[in-house]
C-alpha cells in the first residue's frame, strides 16, 4: 500500500495486518504487525463500553505506527532497488559508512519499528501506541 487507509475499521468490522497495511517485505514487520494489531484490537475492545468506541480507540492506536512503518518500507523499498546509478553509489556508501559507527548504529535506525508497548502500558492508554 502506498497510502494508508483512513481507518481500521467501518461499523462494527476492523481489519488488520496485511488487509489494513499491506507492507513490502524490507522491515520484515508484516507479521509482527498483524500480531501487534490483533492484541491492540483484544485490549481496546475488551476496554470498551461499546464496541464502536473500542473499534475507533483500535484505529486511533494502531493507524499512526502502521502507517509511519508502511512509508518506511516503501522508502527502503525504492532505495533497494533504485536503478539511478547515482543513487545506488550514494546508497552503497552510505551502508558502508554505518560501520564506521559500530553495529548499534544500524539497530538504532530500526528502533521506531522494534518498540512497542501494549495500549494497556502506554501513560494515555490505547490512543498512544
Not at 498483524?34 to 480507540?57: K, Q, W
Not at 544500524?106 to 522494534?114: K, T
Request: proline content about 7%.
Amino acid at each position: 500500500m502506498r497510502r494508508p487507509l483512513p481507518a481500521l475499521h467501518r461499523g462494527k468490522v476492523a481489519i488488520l495486518g496485511d488487509a489494513a497495511h499491506a507492507m513490502a517485505p524490507n522491515l520484515g514487520q508484516g507479521a509482527c504487525q498483524a500480531v501487534e494489531d490483533a492484541v491492540t484490537l483484544a485490549y481496546c475492545v475488551a476496554a470498551a463500553d461499546a464496541v464502536a468506541d473500542g473499534l475507533a480507540d483500535y484505529t486511533a492506536a494502531r493507524l499512526p505506527r502502521t502507517s509511519l512503518i508502511v512509508r518506511r518500507s516503501e522508502q527502503i523499498a525504492r532505495l533497494a532497488t533504485a536503478r539511478n546509478p547515482v543513487v545506488r553509489r550514494l546508497r552503497n556508501g552510505m551502508l558502508r559508512s554505518m560501520a564506521f559507527f559500530g553495529p548499534s548504529a544500524a539497530l538504532r535506525q530500526a528502533d521506531f519499528v522494534m518498540r512497542w508497548d501494549h495500549p494497556a502500558l502506554s501513560p494515555a492508554g490505547p490512543q498512544s501506541s
